[in-house]
């Protein structure tokens, strides 16, 4: 692991353009349930048959009771070791880009800057009927609802979790971003086996565009032979690793 780590560590210059994409894998050690896992069944609802718009039509009670026991379970969670490395690299690097798949707002509570939420944010809501006197979305980090399911407080229909439900298009400003983002030295992937799309295309495009990439997941994943390095264990122990190595190399002048 030492060499994985040093090789990683050596393409991290102080003046690289790194851009950093993250799964559910990276908020594991935070207790935040991932998506797919066993953890990830509430009531018996798969998160497929609640996290679509034709869930919601049919019961935006049950659809909200989920979302408010999801919000009450992260609100518990605190930022792990893993954001917390990312947070400060997005300090130290000039140009750095963080994308998420997650929802959980932890990469932000930790003090990361530019963030894309590729899915959005479970702690932004937004009115159903996208009424003309509310925003698109805002920020309610109520827990728990005094009322489900909630009301706009615009025109007092329905409002739905501010995030991108199965069937629905990424916001095309954040993808756009997402995309420009692979121009850079380092494309790194944490947490996520990057195989869903569009996420898995921001990694082949990083690779043809010239960038290192590396991964670092618990196991394997389809995109650990694409990439040019793979690193196996918990995101929050192997980026301390390497954040470790990047401390000493910058002691040393090495860099």
Same mark, same amino acid.
């Given at each position: ?11 991290? @210059?102080?003046?690289? $353009? ?17 998506f797919r896992?066993?953890?990830? +069944? ?33 609100? &518990? ?9 990312? &947070? ?8 750095? @880009?963080?994308? @998420? ?15 894309? $939420? ?23 980090? @109520? ?7 909630? $009301? ?24 756009? $971003? ?23 295309? +921001?990694?082949?495009? &990083? ?6 990439? &590396?991964?670092?997941? +618990? ?8 990439v040019d ?16 190595? +990047? ?9």
């Amino acid at each position: 692991m030492n060499k994985d780590v040093d090789l990683l560590a050596k393409h991290l @210059t102080p003046n690289a $353009r790194v851009t950093v994409l993250t799964g559910a894998g990276v908020s594991a050690a935070s207790g935040v349930p991932t998506f797919r896992g066993a953890d990830g +069944l509430w009531k018996q609802h798969r998160p497929e048959q609640l996290a679509t718009p034709e869930a919601f039509a049919r019961d935006p009670r049950l659809v909200w009771e989920w979302y408010d026991w999801r919000r009450q379970r992260i609100a &518990a969670c605190r930022p792990n070791g893993a954001h917390e490395v990312l &947070a400060s690299w997005s300090e130290r690097y000039t140009n750095f @880009t963080l994308i @998420t798949q997650n929802v959980d707002g932890l990469h932000e509570r930790a003090g990361t800057h530019h963030v894309l $939420r590729m899915h959005g944010s479970i702690w932004e809501v937004a009115c159903w009927t996208r009424c003309a006197a509310s925003p698109l979305r805002w920020q309610d980090e @109520t827990v728990p609802l005094p009322v489900i399911p909630p $009301r706009c407080s615009y025109c007092d229909g329905l409002i739905r979790p501010g995030v991108v439900w199965f069937g629905e298009a990424i916001d095309p400003g954040i993808l756009t $971003r997402c995309h420009e983002a692979t121009r850079c030295d380092v494309f790194l992937t944490v947490g996520t086996s990057a195989v869903v799309y569009p996420a898995a295309s +921001l990694v082949q495009e &990083a690779l043809m565009r010239g960038a290192f990439t &590396a991964e670092i997941n +618990l196991e394997a994943t389809p995109a650990s032979s694409l990439v040019d390095h793979a690193l196996h264990g918990p995101a929050e122990i192997i980026l301390a690793e390497v954040d470790e190595r +990047l401390g000493l190399l910058r002691g040393s002048g090495s860099r």
